[in-house]
């Protein structure tokens, strides 16, 4: 994280702005911008999606589906774009829904917590599948806005056989 990076942490977003926010970057994933998507991460910031059978869990001691720092999630931003990328080469087509946003004030780091819901249909190959569960987020303001410095994903579904993989962003 840079100085420059950081403006004024006291001063708090709205909901809408955050809300906003969340539904710029379900529209970058449905749209397969990938790169402007990353563009919305901090230099220092964390992606984790923990397996569906132990939602607590720690990437200091527990094996996540996802646990990326800026530069693996950069790299998978490359991957996903290639045509090698056969799981998603043609890309799927998805529908990000987001809903049930909680706020929570600044922390000491003037990082604000955001809590929400979520439903991510993606249809591939004449099939549709449907992902849902939980969004946790740690936003900050930066001088380009609102940037994503934490983000975890947490599947509510018991079992992941019936949505083929989890080879999209979700």
């Given at each position: 994280?840079?100085?420059?990076?950081?403006?004024?942490?006291?001063?708090?977003?709205?909901?809408?702005?955050?809300?906003?926010?969340?539904?710029?970057?379900?529209?970058?994933?449905?749209?397969?911008?990938?790169?402007?998507?990353?563009?919305?991460?901090?230099?220092?910031?964390?992606?984790?999606?923990?397996?569906?059978?132990?939602?607590?869990?720690?990437?200091?001691?527990?094996?996540?589906?996802?646990?990326?720092?800026?530069?693996?999630?950069?790299?998978?931003?490359?991957?996903?774009?290639?045509?090698?990328?056969?799981?998603?080469y043609p890309h799927s087509r998805t529908n990000h829904q987001i809903f049930n946003v909680r706020v929570e004030g600044p922390d000491d780091n003037g990082e604000?917590?955001?809590?929400?819901?979520?439903?991510?249909?993606?249809?591939?190959?004449?099939?549709?599948?449907?992902?849902?569960?939980?969004?946790?987020?740690?936003?900050?303001?930066?001088?380009?806005?609102?940037?994503?410095?934490?983000?975890?994903?947490?599947?509510?579904?018991?079992?992941?056989?019936?949505?083929?993989?989890?080879?999209?962003?979700?």
């Amino acid at each position: 994280m840079t100085t420059i990076e950081r403006v004024d942490s006291r001063q708090q977003a709205t909901r809408a702005e955050i809300e906003d926010f969340l539904y710029r970057e379900a529209e970058l994933l449905d749209a397969w911008a990938l790169d402007d998507w990353v563009q919305l991460f901090t230099e220092d910031a964390k992606y984790e999606v923990p397996c569906n059978d132990a939602l607590d869990g720690d990437p200091s001691t527990d094996l996540l589906l996802i646990d990326d720092d800026i530069n693996r999630l950069r790299s998978r931003v490359v991957r996903l774009n290639s045509r090698r990328a056969h799981r998603e080469y043609p890309h799927s087509r998805t529908n990000h829904q987001i809903f049930n946003v909680r706020v929570e004030g600044p922390d000491d780091n003037g990082e604000i917590g955001v809590r929400a819901h979520f439903t991510v249909w993606r249809f591939r190959g004449g099939r549709s599948y449907c992902y849902v569960g939980k969004y946790r987020y740690r936003l900050r303001r930066t001088e380009a806005g609102l940037r994503i410095c934490f983000r975890r994903v947490e599947l509510d579904m018991s079992d992941l056989r019936d949505v083929s993989d989890v080879a999209i962003v979700i």
